[in-house]
Nanobody, 116 residues
Framework: QVHLVESGGGLVQPGGSLRLSCAASGNIFRLYAMYWYRQAPGKQRELVAS???????YVVPSVKGRFTISRDGAKNTVHLQMNNLKSEDTAVYYCNALIGTDDNFWGQGIQVTVSS
């Protein structure tokens, strides 16, 4: 079993920055990849970024150049650096972890609000 805890969300003005973190604990020996998803009100949950155990990183085109996903040296915490935030980035952001090839786990979600 894996437990994920997100942190770093909050309220920011357009053009501002936030850094989300997701700490994984439990049975993470076979952690393969971690992901950030987001879900805005009335919309489906969508992938934002991913990073593998080999540090292959990906961000979706809509946030490319603004968001960066990374993993710390301990490889149990993933970060999402969000710069030049826009109102359309407002959503609940969820961390997800893939263990091996079959098991994934979700964090509780954290609110990001971009507003003047």
């Amino acid at each position: 079993q894996v437990h994920l805890v997100e942190s770093g969300g909050g309220l920011v003005q357009p053009g501002g920055s936030l850094r989300l973190s997701c700490a994984a604990s439990g049975n993470i020996f076979r952690l393969y990849a971690m992901y950030w998803y987001r879900q805005a009100p009335g919309k489906q949950r969508e992938l934002v970024a991913s990073i593998t155990r080999d540090d292959m990183a990906y961000v979706v085109p809509s946030v490319k150049g603004r968001f960066t996903i990374s993993r710390d040296g301990a490889k149990n915490t993933v970060h999402l650096q969000m710069n030049n935030l826009k109102s359309e980035d407002t959503a609940v952001y969820y961390c997800n972890a893939l263990i091996g090839t079959d098991d994934n786990f979700w964090g509780q979600g954290i609110q990001v609000t971009v507003s003047s």
